[in-house]
């Protein structure tokens, strides 16, 4: 069965700290996505990791991928309470010409002052 | 910058209606899709559509039908809504080159309520 598991699903930290949420899959993929949902609101586009190796970084934020693994982290560095917010990993598992995502299920994070 | 519209950000129907929700994006894209999103379970894609009048189904695509008439128009029809299908309902697109990273751009969602 194809899957892809976030873990935790639930982060409340305080700012100022660090911590990684992975993401585990169970397939064979090279092309991971990250993206952020805010309360209430639809998903934007965070990273696009495309092969074995690959690092991301945009603010406090830093998102890899190890294909051997089958494993994605994003780490926050620092946290401040506007990364609020419920993020996603998805794992592209199609062909070129007919591709498809499947999705984690989140991780919600709650960043505390 | 990309933009994603979908016909309603709330609906509220009752059982056995048909149900239509509208998505349109203005960047041209080959590819779009519906997802329903419920608490715990993530995204599941209900269908998906690469060119104009194709479609292929998702993971759960019973209950549902759509239509994609013109390329910047991507509908999905709950042909007898249940209330299982209470949900949100999100509608994304994308350029459909995924070896150079394709991103999926979403709408802003409707939240669907099925009394």
């Known amino acids: 069965e194809l899957k892809v598991e976030q873990n935790p699903l639930f982060l409340s930290m305080q700012e100022g700290k660090n911590y990684t949420i992975y993401c585990n899959y169970s397939?064979?993929?090279?092309?991971l996505y990250w993206y952020r949902q805010d309360p209430g609101k639809s998903l934007e586009s965070l990273f696009v990791l495309l092969s074995n190796g690959a690092v991301k970084q945009e603010g406090r934020l830093m998102a890899s991928l190890d294909t051997k693994a089958r494993l994605s982290t994003l780490h926050i560095t620092a946290a401040v309470h506007d990364l609020s917010a419920t993020y996603f990993c998805a794992v592209d598992i199609g062909l070129d010409s007919n591709y498809q995502l499947i999705w984690g299920a989140g991780t919600k994070l709650i960043i505390k002052p | 910058d990309v933009k994603v519209t979908q016909s309603s950000r709330y609906l509220v129907k009752r059982t056995g209606e048909k149900v239509f929700l509208e998505c349109v994006q203005d960047?041209?894209?080959?590819?779009m899709f519906w997802y329903r999103q419920d608490p715990g379970l993530g995204l599941r894609l209900i269908y998906f559509?690469?060119?104009?009048?194709?479609?292929e189904k998702g993971d759960i695509p019973e209950g549902y039908s759509v239509s994609r008439e013109k390329k910047e128009r991507f509908s999905l029809i709950l042909e007898s809504a249940s209330t299982n299908q209470t949900s949100m309902y999100l509608c994304?697109?994308?350029?459909?080159?995924?070896?150079?990273?394709?991103?999926?751009?979403f709408g802003p969602g409707t939240r669907l309520t099925v009394l």
């Open positions: 397939t064979t993929s090279d092309r």
């Open positions: 559509s690469y060119d104009v009048k194709m479609k």
């Open positions: 994304a697109s994308s350029s459909g080159t995924p070896s150079l990273g394709d991103t999926q751009y």
């Open positions: 960047m041209d894209h080959e590819n």
